[in-house]
């Protein structure tokens, strides 16, 4: 089973709202990410947690804040977001290894007005 | 650093025929090579990837790739393109020591044609 679940499929949030994307995995992996998606361009990495804790936040802007409550979940809290942030976001997980496959969730479409 | 081109923005091709969707890198040390397929509104599915070994590479729904060093390469192919194949492609490097930090192409829409 290769199988990441996220939560919602689709949010529409207003600019001063909170709201939260979960995603969860049962393989059994270490290594969970967070991935933002614009129409037609390649995902861009914004956090990555290995073993739990946050290893790379590339810069990403603090009105996001990712969450690892335990190996099988990821969160991403949303706060006062901006209409450019609207996107797909993407979760993805894999074993620690380096030669490892990362294993992608369906997405989470966001729309902020 | 490292990087991923994927020097066609579009590629078509009509059902039956073979198809080649184009990947170099750039990359220090031993590569690790992905390609995934992104159909609309979904998220990436992993194809297959390279780590060492074979330079051809197997992977699902009949896809195959092969690894060239010489000429940094990775190009995906498939013997007799189908029209449900159509879909977004991304090819990705990953050097080892670099935890999580996958690179990708920008990506190749690929449209098989009936």
């Known amino acids: 089973d290769t199988e990441v679940t996220q939560t919602p499929k689709h949010l529409v949030m207003g600019m001063t709202n909170k709201k939260s994307l979960k995603c969860e995995q049962h393989?059994?992996?270490?290594?969970m990410y967070w991935y933002k998606q614009k129409a037609k361009k390649p995902p861009e990495l914004m956090f990555v947690?290995?073993?739990?804790?946050?290893?790379i936040n590339e810069s990403v802007p603090s009105r996001f804040s990712p969450e690892c409550p335990n190996s099988s979940l990821l969160n991403l809290h949303l706060h006062a977001l901006q209409p450019e942030d609207s996107a797909l976001y993407l979760c993805?997980?894999?074993?620690?290894?380096?030669?490892?496959?990362?294993?992608f969730g369906p997405g989470t479409r966001l729309l902020v007005l | 650093a490292q990087s991923v081109a994927q020097p066609e923005d579009q590629v078509n091709v009509a059902e039956g025929n073979p198809l080649t969707v184009k990947c170099t890198y750039s990359?220090?040390?031993?590569?690790?090579l992905f390609w995934y397929v992104q159909y609309p509104n979904r998220g990436l599915q992993f194809l297959l990837k390279?780590?060492?070994?074979?330079?051809l590479v197997k992977g699902s729904y009949g896809f195959e790739a092969e690894f060239n060093k010489s000429q940094t390469s990775f190009h995906l192919k498939k013997p007799s393109a189908l029209v449900s194949d159509s879909a977004l492609y991304f090819c990705a490097v990953k050097r080892g020591s670099t935890l999580g930090r996958l690179y990708f192409g920008r990506g190749t829409q690929l449209t098989v044609w009936p």
């Open positions: 947690y290995s073993y739990e804790k946050l290893s």
């Open positions: 393989m059994g992996h270490r290594a």
């Open positions: 993805a997980s894999s074993h620690l290894l380096d030669q490892e496959t990362q294993y």
């Open positions: 990359v220090s040390g031993n590569p690790y």
């Open positions: 390279y780590i060492t070994g074979d330079n």
